[in-house]
Structures are given as structure tokens and as C-alpha cells.
């Protein structure tokens, strides 16, 4: 599992201060929910406990617990509780869902908003399905996500994927990493999630794209009454034009924020965007039971959050940078 310790040498996101910090002054937490003691829960968990409603992060097939650091370390210093997992070794959709459920009920949570990014929205999707008749999710946030795993054209060797050595599996997942860009932060984001990859072993590697290509859909009719916000990058990422169009057919009443670039890790290479968008849709529930806020922070993040009312593209980015700036200067004054 992924430890301080075991990071490689080099990497601008893994020196910078700002993942040292979050490092410093995260705890990780290792947490076992099964009867088979090899089945370890990764999680960080930061902001008020006394939250009971919390974001709760998913991330992708090659990521670890740390990638959403900057969702984490943003959304917490504003009063939310975010809570990010790292996944135990599950062979199928229903395990998964089952230990999933068991650790919201080891947790203590009243009810949770989950934000998936690609197999970590896909699974989000099917404990939502899976659960609907006593749904513990209030809300959707789903990044670079998908529907049906026979995208992937890995349905027919799926069942194989325990038997491969590492080096098969990361050089299978590597290949949808974009490499040929210029974009600074889209480097650093590859490059970063490049060395979380290293850190994941045969058997973990194996489960997750198991998960991710064995033949399964979801069937949405189920999950239609969530709130819902679709996050999608308008550039080159492992998800393609047709895969997103499925997405918004069959949520049509979902929220969609489009970045005009971002790749497959927005959370990372396009931070400010990715946070603004989360922060949009978690604030529809500050006045009620299911806040992801402490109340005492709510009028805080009132004066703090942009007007999102326009749909000029411009102005998003506007009111972001001025966003960033306030909370800069809350930071600052702390």
C-alpha cells in the first residue's frame, strides 16, 4: 500500500509543499471491514468529524488514496469533511458494493456524496444501483466516468487479468496516460499518477482492472432521483466523445461542467476548475440534514463562492480566479 516512504525519486507534485503538507497533516488510516483480514480500507479523512453527510472520493484504477490530496486539503480548510479511499482486493461488482456498504456502516455515516473519477464514478454508479431501495447516497459527482465497461474491449480477458505479472497490467493502464502534451500541469498530473501507479501491486492492479473491464452496465433508471453534476474535459483522455454522450443520455437531468482541457486527471492538472464545480454542486444541500459543510462554516462559504450564475464559459473562469483569491486571503489570515 501506498506509504511516504515508498514514493519514487522525483516528481514536482510529490515535493511540492502542498502535498508535503497535506502528508504532514492528514493521517492515513488503514481500516478493515471483512472477515478476510488481507481486505484493508486506505482512507484520509479530513475536515469537522461531527460531519455526518460527507464527500466521499473514488479514485481511478491507477489511482491511490493521496490523488484527490488537493480536493482534500481546498474543500476542508472551507468546513467540508472529505473523506478519500484507496480500494481493497474485490473480484467482482457485488463484493465491492458490500464491503463499500460496510465501511459507511463502520464509519457511522447518515448518508454520503460520493465524486468518482472514471472506475471510481463507474462503481459509484453501481453501489447507487445496487442499493437504491435503502440508498445511503444523497449525491453523484462524476469525473471522466463511464456506464458500460464493454467500452474498454477487455471483456473476453478480464477473467485472465490475475494471472498477468505487473508489468502487463501497468504497461495496459499507462497506455491511455496522455504523454505527448506541452501542458505543464497536465505533465505533472501524468507524472504523479504515474508514481501512485508504481506503488499498487499485482494483486491490487489486477482486482481494479478486473472491476473495470469484467462485462457489466448500469442501468440508471434506478438513479435518476440523485442530484447529479457530470464532470467532463473537452481534450484528449481515456474516455471518448461517444462514451460521454451515452453518459448525458442517460442522466439527461444531470449537471454538466465542462473543462475546456484537463485530461484524465482534472482533480490534479486543473485543480481550481475541478474544486469550484464540486464546491457548485455540494452547496444545494448547506441548508438541509445532508450538508457536507460544518454549519458553522456555512456563512463563510457564502461570502466566499462566486456568483455561478452565468453559463458564459469566460465568466466560470472569472469567478474561479476570484475565488481562489478569497480563499487565498482566508488562508493568509488565519
Partial sequence: MSSADEDPVGGEIVKSTEYLSFRSSVPQKRVIVDEDD???WTMYDAGPKTVRCPLICLPPVSGTADVFFRQMLALSALGYRVISLEYPIYWNIREWCEGFRRLIDHLKLDKIHLFGASLGGFLALKFCEMTHMNSQVHSLILCNSFIDTTVFRHTTTAGSFWLMPAFMLKKMIM??????????ELMKAVEFMTQRLETINQQELASRLTLNCNDSYVEPQNILSLPITLIDVFDDCAISQPVRDEMYKCFPHAKKAHLKSGGN???LSRTLETNLHVQIHLRQFNDSCYSAM???YI??????TPDTDSEDEDDKFTSA???QSARQRATDNE
Fill in 175 to 184: 497506455g491511455n496516460f496522455s504523454r505527448g502534451t506541452t501542458d505543464t
Fill in 321 to 323: 480566479s476570484s475565488y
Fill in 299 to 304: 456563512q463563510t462559504q457564502l461570502n466566499l
Fill in 294 to 296: 460544518d454549519p458553522s
Fill in 265 to 267: 486527471f482534472p482533480y
Fill in 38 to 40: 488481507n481486505k484493508v
